[in-house]
C-alpha cells in the first residue's frame, strides 16, 4: 500500500493543479490518473465568469455578487477567486508562460467560428484587446486545413458592432504538408515547431502583409508552453499575430497541459497513469484509502486527505443512468437536475440544468449531502464534478477549475485560511 | 469483447491524437482515433480495411491519454491483423516477430551468430529483405535459462515466479540474473517455467492467430502458480503489459484473469517488500549521473514508475526522470527499413535530452529502448533492477572492506 499525504484523482486541469499546488505547499502528493481530462484538446483559456443570464460580462468581477449561494465562486468568496487567480497565473508566469488578463476585465478572444469568446486569462499570443482599433483584419488561411472557414469568420465578426466596419484580408498560406490526412491546427503547429516551417511561412506572408497589421492565426504558434515562436514570428514579419480559439485539438491547452505536467515531474509528485479508482475506504466519515482496479489486481493508495477531481459527464466523475446520475468513486449524493432538464425540453444548448447536476460542497470543498450535511471529513472536490454552475453557459469552466483546486489543495494541507 | 465494450464510449475527443507518438512523426498514418474506434464501426458490419494502420506501432500511449476509457490501441492491433489476413505477410516481418525462434536457434552458437549478423553479406540479404541497416541485438553466449539452471539456489518458502521472456532469455540475461540474486537476497526462491515468447512482437506484426498459441501456452504454464497465489514477475515491460493486459483484451482463455492478478512487474514487486518494511535497503549509491527513461509499455501498466522510485529512494544516487516521451523503436518497427527514420523521429525529444547530459547512463525497464537510445545516443543503457543490485553488491563490498 502506497501512503502520501495527499491523493488526487484526475488529471485535467483541476486535478493537476491541485496537485502542483500541494506539492508546491511541502507536501507529498500521488496523482492517479485515467487519462487526460479535457485539458489537453480544449482551448486552455482560463474563463473565469464570462457570461451572465445569457449577457456577456465586461468583467467577471461583475458577476460574482449575483451568483447563487451554492456557485462554487460563491462558496470560494471573492478572496479564494483572488489568491487562486494569482497563484495560477504565478505558476504559469514562473514557467515561462505567463498569462495574460485579470479579474477587473474579461478579454475577447476572436475564434474561429466568427465568434468572440469571454475569457480571463489567455495565453499572450491570443489576446486580442487592441484588435478593436485595427481598421484592417488579415487571416492566415491555411491551405487544406480543417475547420477553418475564413470567409465564414469575416462574416461572423462583422456582425458585431466593433468589428462591422472594417477591412479583411486573407493570407492564403502553403505548408505543403505530406499528403496521407486531413490537415489540423496540430499538424501546422508541429509544422510551426520546426525552423524551416517558421521559415517558409515568413517568406510566404511577408509580402502580402503591411508592416503593423494585424494578423488572426488559428491556434497553430507551437506545442510547447512558450512564447518563443510567436516573438520570433511577430518580429520577423513586424506585425501583431493573434491567434483564435479552435475545436479539439484546441493546441492552447494542450501546451497548458504540458506546462503542469512537467511542473510535476519536477516536483517529484509520484504520477500514476492508468490508474482506474474503483472504491474507497471509509471510516467513520474519513476516507482511508482508495483502490484502483483495471486490468490485474487492486492497488491501495492512502492518504491524510484526497482531492476528487474526476471531472463532469464527460470526465466520467458523474455518471448518467436512467433517471438518475452517480457520482463514480464514491457515491455521493449528487444534486441532479434531470427535472429541471426536463422542464426545459429539447436541444443541445437547452441542456443547462444538466451541466449544472454535481455534488454539493462546503467552504473547504468537502461534500455535502442534500440537506446540507457534511458527508466526508478529509475529501475536497475540485472542477467540473461540483453542482451549482454551468460551464457552458457562464463560460466559467477552467475559471472554476483552477479556483476549486487551489481551494481543495489548500484545505487538504490544512491552510485554508491564508 | 473489447470492440463490443469500448468503441460506443469514444466521444471523438482527440487526445489520441494529440498524444500519439505515430501521428507526430508521419502524416502517413492517418491516427488512432479515426483508424481504431471511428472505422471500427464500419467494421461491424463489414471488414472496412485502412492499410496506413500498418504505421501503429501499439505504443499504447492512446489508451494512457484517453478520458472515456476505450481500448485504441488494441482495436488498432485487431484491425492491423485483419489487415495483414487480406495483404499478406512480407518474409520479412516474418522474421522480425520470430526473434524468439531465431534465439533458440543461434543461442547455442551465439558467437558464430552474432557474427553472421554483422557479416556485410547477411547485412544485404537483410537490407534486401526490408530491415533496417543498424545492429541487430547480440545473442549473449550463455542464455538466462542455461544461466538459471546452473544456478544453485537457496531454497525459501517464499516462492515467486518469473518469467523472462525473450530479450532477457536470451539477449540481456545479466538482468534476469540479477532479480534472481535480488530476490534470493530478500528471502525469495524463484521457479522460471517453461514458457515462450509473450506474442507482443507477433501481436503487433498481425499475426493475431499465432499470438492466441502462445497466449494459451503460457496461461497454461503460469496459472497453476497464480492459483497457488504466487506472484509472477517480468523485467520487460511489454511482457508484463501482455501477460496483465492484453491477454485479457484479446482472448477468452481460462486462467488469463487469475494470472493477470498475480502479475507483478519486478520493481512493482520490489516496492511492495520495500512499502511492507521487508526490503532489504541495504544499497550503497553508484557513482555517475542518471537519467531515467519511462517506457511507454510500463506507464500504461497503472503501477507508476517503480524502478526509479526505488532507485530515488538510495541515498546519494543521481538520478533524474528524462521525461521527454517514447523513444520509437516499438520492438520490431524500428528495425524496418521504412519505418526506421519514422522511429527516430519519434524519438527526436528523448534523444535531445540525453545528449543534452553527456556521460549519463541511461536507466530503463524495456530492452528495445534501451537499444534504441543506445543506437542513436550512444550513451549507456541499463535496467534498473540491475543498478538496483549493483547497489547492493555495492553496499556489501564496502562493509567487507570495512571489517
Known sequence: MKKSDVIVIGAGLAGLTAAAAVSLQGHSVTLLAKGAGTLAFGGGTIDVLGCYDGRGLRSPKLGFEALPAHHPYTIAGKQGVIEAMFFFQKLCSEAGYPLEGSLESNVWVPTVAGTFKPSCLVPKTMSAADLAKADHIQLAAFAGLKDFYPSMIVKGFQRVALYAGKAY????????????????????????????????????????????????????????????????????????????????????GMRLRTLLLHLLKKQKIALIE???????????????????????RERTYEGDAFILATG???????????????????????????????????????AGPVFQSGVNVDEK??????????????????????????????????GVAVVTAYRAAMAAVGREQL | MIKQTTINKCTACTSCVIDCPVTAATREFKGPKLLGPGLERFRLFEQDVEASIDYCTN???????????????????????????????RLRDWILSHGELFARLSSPVAAIANWGMAFPLTRMVLSALGIADRPLPA????????????????????????????????????????????????GYEVIVPDVVCCGTPVVS??????????????????????????????????????????????????????????????????????????????????????????????????????????????????????????????????????????????????????????????????????????????????HPISLLYAAWESNKQASSEAE
Not at chain 1, 324 to 350: C, H, R, T, W, Y
Request: negative net charge.
Open chain 2, 139 to 186: 545473442y549473449h553466449k550463455t542464455d538466462f535459462y542455461q544461466q538459471f539452471h546452473a544456478l544453485r539456489q537457496q531454497p525459501y518458502e517464499q516462492k515467486v515466479v518469473f518469467y523472462p521472456g525473450c530479450y532477457i532469455g536470451f539477449n540481456a540475461p545479466q538482468v534476469g540474473m540479477d532479480l534472481v540474486h535480488l530476490l534470493q537476497a530478500n
Open chain 1, 169 to 252: 484580408h486573407t493570407v492564403p498560406v502553403e505548408t505543403h504538408l505530406a499528403p496521407g490526412r486531413d490537415i489540423t491546427v496540430l499538424d501546422i503547429a508541429r509544422w510551426m515547431n520546426t525552423m524551416a516551417g517558421q521559415n517558409n511561412f515568413v517568406s510566404q506572408v511577408k509580402e502580402q502583409i503591411a508592416p503593423g497589421s494585424y494578423l488572426l492565426v488559428p491556434p497553430v504558434l507551437g506545442t510547447e508552453p512558450n512564447y518563443d515562436i510567436w516573438q520570433h514570428l511577430q518580429e520577423r514579419l513586424n506585425c501583431r499575430i493573434i491567434e483564435m480559439a479552435a475545436p479539439p485539438p484546441g493546441i492552447t
Open chain 2, 205 to 382: 506484426n498481425g499475426y493475431m492467430d499465432e499470438a492466441r498459441e502462445k497466449a494459451q501456452h503460457n496461461i497454461r504454464a503460469l496459472a497453476v502458480w497464480a492459483q497457488k497465489g504466487y506472484p509472477i514477475l517480468t523485467c520487460c515491460t511489454s511482457c508484463g503489459l501482455m501477460l496483465k493486459q492484453e491477454y485479457l483484451e484479446l482472448y477468452d482463455i481460462e486462467g488469463s484473469q487469475q494470472v493477470a492478478e498475480q502479475h507483478y512487474d519486478a520493481g512493482e514487486f520490489l516496492v511492495e517488500l520495500k512499502d511492507k518494511g521487508q526490503l532489504k535497503t541495504d544499497f550503497k549509491a553508484i557513482e555517475g549521473s542518471y537519467l531515467y527513461h519511462a517506457p511507454c509499455h510500463l506507464r500504461a501498466q497503472g503501477i507508476g514508475l517503480p524502478g526509479l522510485e526505488l532507485l530515488q529512494n538510495i541515498d546519494g544516487m543521481k538520478i533524474a526522470e528524462i521525461d521527454a516521451g517514447c523513444c520509437g523503436i516499438a520492438g520490431s518497427y524500428g528495425f524496418k527499413k521504412e519505418k526506421y527514420d519514422i522511429s527516430l523521429a519519434i524519438g527526436k525529444n528523448l534523444f535531445q535530452a540525453i545528449k543534452a547530459c553527456p556521460g549519463a547512463t541511461v536507466v530503463t525497464e524495456c530492452g528495445t529502448c534501451q537499444l534504441q537510445i543506445g543506437h542513436v545516443t550512444k550513451a549507456a543503457t541499463i
Open chain 1, 312 to 350: 463532469g459527464f464527460l470526465g466520467g466523475g458523474l455518471v448518467a443512468e436512467p433517471l438518475a446520475v452517480k457520482e463514480a468513486i464514491f457515491g455521493l449524493p449528487v444534486a441532479s437536475m434531470l427535472a429541471a432538464e426536463q422542464a426545459a425540453g429539447d436541444g443541445l444548448l437547452n
Open chain 1, 274 to 296: 492508468q490508474a482506474h479508482v474503483s472504491q474507497a475506504e471509509i471510516q467513520s466519515g474519513c476516507c482511508k484509502s482508495v483502490t484502483t482496479k483495471h486490468f490485474g
Open chain 2, 59 to 89: 505504443c499504447k500511449n492512446c489508451d494512457i491519454t484517453c478520458p472515456s476509457d476505450v481500448g485504441v490501441s488494441t482495436l488498432n492491433m485487431l484491425a492491423k491483423n485483419e489487415f495483414y489476413k487480406r495483404k499478406g505477410h
Open chain 1, 365 to 398: 470543498m468537502r461534500p455535502l449531502d442534500l440537506h446540507g450535511n457534511l458527508v466526508l471529513e478529509n475529501v475536497h472536490l475540485a472542477g467540473n464534478i461540483l453542482a451549482g454552475y454551468d460551464y457552458c453557459a457562464e463560460k466559467s469552466g477552467n
